[in-house]
Protein backbone atom coordinates (compact mmCIF):
# COMPACT_ATOMS: atom_id res chain seq x y z
CA UNK A 1 0.00 0.00 0.00
CA UNK A 2 2.68 2.52 1.06
CA UNK A 3 4.73 1.19 -2.34
CA UNK A 4 1.37 2.47 -4.69
CA UNK A 5 1.08 5.82 -2.69
CA UNK A 6 4.49 6.85 -3.37
CA UNK A 7 4.28 5.65 -7.04
CA UNK A 8 1.47 8.07 -7.28
CA UNK A 9 3.05 11.06 -5.75
CA UNK A 10 6.37 10.74 -8.04
CA UNK A 11 4.17 10.71 -11.00
CA UNK A 12 2.58 13.76 -9.98
CA UNK A 13 5.68 15.37 -9.28
CA UNK A 14 7.14 14.36 -12.82
CA UNK A 15 3.82 15.96 -14.16
CA UNK A 16 4.42 19.42 -12.56
CA UNK A 17 7.94 19.06 -13.64
CA UNK A 18 6.86 18.71 -17.72
CA UNK A 19 4.35 21.64 -17.43
CA UNK A 20 6.14 23.79 -15.68
CA UNK A 21 8.86 23.64 -18.38
CA UNK A 22 9.65 26.07 -20.15
CA UNK A 23 10.95 23.52 -23.39
CA UNK A 24 7.62 21.57 -22.84
CA UNK A 25 5.67 21.95 -26.02
CA UNK A 26 2.25 21.64 -24.25
CA UNK A 27 3.58 24.80 -21.94
CA UNK A 28 1.73 27.97 -22.78
CA UNK A 29 5.17 29.66 -22.30
CA UNK A 30 6.47 27.79 -24.68
CA UNK A 31 7.83 30.33 -27.52
CA UNK A 32 6.70 28.50 -30.36
CA UNK A 33 3.06 28.51 -28.74
CA UNK A 34 2.85 32.36 -27.48
CA UNK A 35 1.57 33.42 -30.73
CA UNK A 36 -1.05 31.31 -30.98
CA UNK A 37 0.06 28.88 -32.89
CA UNK A 38 -0.33 25.30 -31.72
CA UNK A 39 2.01 22.71 -31.10
CA UNK A 40 4.18 21.43 -33.93
CA UNK A 41 3.68 17.83 -34.57
CA UNK A 42 6.63 16.29 -34.89
CA UNK A 43 5.35 13.37 -37.65
CA UNK A 44 3.98 15.58 -39.88
CA UNK A 45 6.83 19.12 -39.00
CA UNK A 46 4.03 21.31 -38.94
CA UNK A 47 2.04 23.24 -36.60
CA UNK A 48 -1.26 21.28 -35.61
CA UNK A 49 -4.12 22.48 -37.28
CA UNK A 50 -2.79 24.02 -40.17
CA UNK A 51 -3.65 22.28 -43.82
CA UNK A 52 -0.59 21.74 -45.37
CA UNK A 53 -1.14 20.51 -49.36
CA UNK A 54 -1.45 22.14 -52.61
CA UNK A 55 -4.68 24.14 -51.86
CA UNK A 56 -3.00 25.54 -49.33
CA UNK A 57 -1.97 28.85 -51.13
CA UNK A 58 -4.62 28.68 -53.35
CA UNK A 59 -6.73 32.09 -53.57
CA UNK A 60 -9.47 33.06 -55.60
CA UNK A 61 -8.89 34.07 -58.94
CA UNK A 62 -11.13 37.69 -59.57
CA UNK A 63 -11.26 38.51 -63.16
CA UNK A 64 -10.11 42.39 -64.50
CA UNK A 65 -13.06 44.24 -64.95
CA UNK A 66 -11.67 45.36 -67.91
CA UNK A 67 -11.27 41.97 -69.31
CA UNK A 68 -14.91 41.24 -68.13
CA UNK A 69 -15.62 43.74 -69.71
CA UNK A 70 -14.60 43.04 -73.12
CA UNK A 71 -15.80 39.52 -72.76
CA UNK A 72 -19.25 40.55 -71.92
CA UNK A 73 -19.22 42.86 -75.25
CA UNK A 74 -18.03 40.30 -77.61
CA UNK A 75 -20.46 37.89 -76.34
CA UNK A 76 -23.29 40.15 -76.99
CA UNK A 77 -21.54 41.09 -80.35
CA UNK A 78 -22.06 37.72 -81.49
CA UNK A 79 -25.39 37.24 -80.33
CA UNK A 80 -26.85 40.63 -82.13
CA UNK A 81 -24.94 39.01 -85.26
CA UNK A 82 -26.69 35.54 -84.85
CA UNK A 83 -30.00 37.17 -84.21
CA UNK A 84 -29.39 39.57 -87.50
CA UNK A 85 -28.78 37.14 -89.63
CA UNK A 86 -31.83 34.88 -88.75
CA UNK A 87 -33.96 38.09 -88.82
CA UNK A 88 -32.23 38.33 -92.77
CA UNK A 89 -32.89 34.88 -93.32
CA UNK A 90 -36.82 35.02 -92.36
CA UNK A 91 -37.02 37.98 -94.04
CA UNK A 92 -36.16 36.61 -97.14
CA UNK A 93 -37.82 33.59 -97.31
CA UNK A 94 -40.96 35.48 -96.42
CA UNK A 95 -40.43 37.31 -99.42
CA UNK A 96 -39.75 34.40 -101.63
CA UNK A 97 -43.05 32.87 -100.14
CA UNK A 98 -44.78 36.24 -100.51
CA UNK A 99 -43.63 36.21 -104.26
CA UNK A 100 -44.70 32.58 -104.91
CA UNK A 101 -48.27 32.90 -103.32
CA UNK A 102 -48.11 36.50 -105.68
CA UNK A 103 -47.36 34.39 -108.77
CA UNK A 104 -49.68 31.40 -108.15
CA UNK A 105 -52.87 33.96 -108.12
CA UNK A 106 -51.33 36.03 -111.31
CA UNK A 107 -51.42 32.52 -112.68
CA UNK A 108 -55.26 31.34 -111.60
CA UNK A 109 -56.13 34.50 -112.40
CA UNK A 110 -54.69 35.06 -116.11
CA UNK A 111 -56.11 31.69 -117.14
CA UNK A 112 -59.52 32.53 -116.51
CA UNK A 113 -58.79 35.99 -118.62
CA UNK A 114 -57.48 34.02 -121.25
CA UNK A 115 -60.16 31.72 -121.95
CA UNK A 116 -62.29 35.03 -122.19
CA UNK A 117 -59.18 35.71 -124.95
CA UNK A 118 -60.21 32.67 -126.29
CA UNK A 119 -63.28 33.15 -126.94
CA UNK A 120 -62.86 36.74 -128.56
CA UNK A 121 -60.01 35.14 -130.62
CA UNK A 122 -62.81 32.50 -131.78
CA UNK A 123 -65.46 34.75 -132.46
CA UNK A 124 -63.23 37.30 -134.37
CA UNK A 125 -61.81 34.52 -136.83
CA UNK A 126 -65.46 32.64 -137.77
CA UNK A 127 -67.04 34.12 -141.21
CA UNK A 128 -68.61 37.53 -140.67
CA UNK A 129 -72.11 38.10 -141.66
CA UNK A 130 -73.07 41.03 -144.04
CA UNK A 131 -75.02 42.60 -141.87
CA UNK A 132 -72.44 42.95 -138.51
CA UNK A 133 -70.87 46.29 -138.46
CA UNK A 134 -67.60 46.73 -138.43
CA UNK A 135 -67.41 49.18 -135.97
CA UNK A 136 -68.80 46.70 -133.64
CA UNK A 137 -65.83 43.50 -134.40
CA UNK A 138 -63.21 46.48 -134.00
CA UNK A 139 -64.89 46.94 -130.89
CA UNK A 140 -64.50 43.53 -129.58
CA UNK A 141 -61.07 43.62 -131.12
CA UNK A 142 -59.89 46.51 -129.12
CA UNK A 143 -61.54 44.35 -125.74
CA UNK A 144 -59.57 41.42 -126.69
CA UNK A 145 -56.25 43.66 -127.18
CA UNK A 146 -56.65 45.66 -123.83
CA UNK A 147 -56.80 41.70 -121.62
CA UNK A 148 -53.62 41.60 -123.26
CA UNK A 149 -51.92 44.17 -122.48
CA UNK A 150 -52.73 43.45 -118.88
CA UNK A 151 -51.78 40.15 -119.00
CA UNK A 152 -48.64 41.60 -120.53
CA UNK A 153 -47.97 43.82 -117.71
CA UNK A 154 -47.43 41.32 -115.81
CA UNK A 155 -45.02 38.91 -117.68
CA UNK A 156 -47.84 37.06 -119.36
CA UNK A 157 -47.18 36.67 -122.95
CA UNK A 158 -47.70 34.42 -125.98
CA UNK A 159 -45.23 31.87 -126.80
CA UNK A 160 -44.39 30.57 -130.36
CA UNK A 161 -44.83 26.75 -131.68
CA UNK A 162 -45.47 26.07 -134.58
CA UNK A 163 -42.55 24.51 -136.59
CA UNK A 164 -40.50 23.65 -133.18
CA UNK A 165 -40.12 19.96 -131.97
CA UNK A 166 -42.91 18.62 -129.83
CA UNK A 167 -41.77 19.15 -125.98
CA UNK A 168 -44.63 17.77 -123.71
CA UNK A 169 -43.45 21.34 -120.96
CA UNK A 170 -44.94 23.43 -123.43
CA UNK A 171 -46.93 21.42 -125.45
CA UNK A 172 -50.14 19.36 -125.54
CA UNK A 173 -50.74 17.13 -128.80
CA UNK A 174 -54.32 16.36 -129.39
CA UNK A 175 -53.92 15.94 -133.16
CA UNK A 176 -51.40 14.02 -135.23
CA UNK A 177 -50.67 14.16 -139.27
CA UNK A 178 -48.68 11.97 -141.34
CA UNK A 179 -45.66 14.47 -143.18
CA UNK A 180 -43.22 14.31 -145.50
CA UNK A 181 -41.72 17.73 -145.35
CA UNK A 182 -40.77 18.04 -141.75
CA UNK A 183 -39.46 15.77 -139.16
CA UNK A 184 -41.46 13.38 -136.86
CA UNK A 185 -43.00 14.98 -133.91
CA UNK A 186 -42.71 18.61 -135.02
CA UNK A 187 -45.42 21.07 -134.28
CA UNK A 188 -47.34 21.82 -137.79
CA UNK A 189 -50.37 23.26 -136.50
CA UNK A 190 -51.31 25.52 -133.44
CA UNK A 191 -54.96 24.43 -132.34
CA UNK A 192 -54.70 27.24 -129.17
CA UNK A 193 -51.61 29.49 -128.01
CA UNK A 194 -49.60 28.61 -125.14
CA UNK A 195 -48.29 31.67 -122.77
CA UNK A 196 -45.62 32.23 -120.06
CA UNK A 197 -45.43 33.80 -117.20
CA UNK A 198 -41.35 34.99 -116.76
CA UNK A 199 -39.73 31.06 -117.51
CA UNK A 200 -42.84 29.48 -116.49
CA UNK A 201 -45.44 27.62 -118.54
CA UNK A 202 -49.08 28.57 -117.25
CA UNK A 203 -50.50 27.21 -119.97
CA UNK A 204 -49.58 24.46 -122.69
CA UNK A 205 -50.39 25.23 -126.52
CA UNK A 206 -52.61 22.71 -127.80
CA UNK A 207 -51.29 21.43 -130.91
CA UNK A 208 -50.90 19.11 -134.02
CA UNK A 209 -47.88 17.48 -134.41
CA UNK A 210 -46.52 15.39 -137.88
CA UNK A 211 -45.77 11.86 -137.90
CA UNK A 212 -44.04 9.80 -139.85
CA UNK A 213 -45.83 8.68 -143.25
CA UNK A 214 -46.57 4.70 -143.12
CA UNK A 215 -44.36 2.72 -145.49
CA UNK A 216 -46.45 0.57 -148.47
CA UNK A 217 -48.35 -2.34 -147.47
CA UNK A 218 -46.28 -5.47 -147.71
CA UNK A 219 -47.86 -8.35 -149.78
CA UNK A 220 -48.57 -11.53 -148.03
CA UNK A 221 -47.80 -15.00 -149.09
CA UNK A 222 -49.89 -18.30 -149.03
CA UNK A 223 -47.87 -20.99 -148.41
CA UNK A 224 -49.62 -24.51 -149.91
Excluded at 25 to 44: A, H, I, L, Y
Amino acid sequence: MQMTVNRERDARHMEGELTDNPDNPDNPDNPDNRDGQSPMDESTGSHAGVVDGPNADEMPVIEDPLDAAIRERDELKALVQRVQADFVNYRNRVSAERDEIRRAATGRLALRVLNTVDQLDTALGAERPDDVNQSWLDGFDGIRRGLLQVLSSEGIEAFASEGDPFDPRYHEALLSTESEEVPANTVVNVLRKGYKMGDDVIRAAQVQISKAPAGPPQAQTVDG
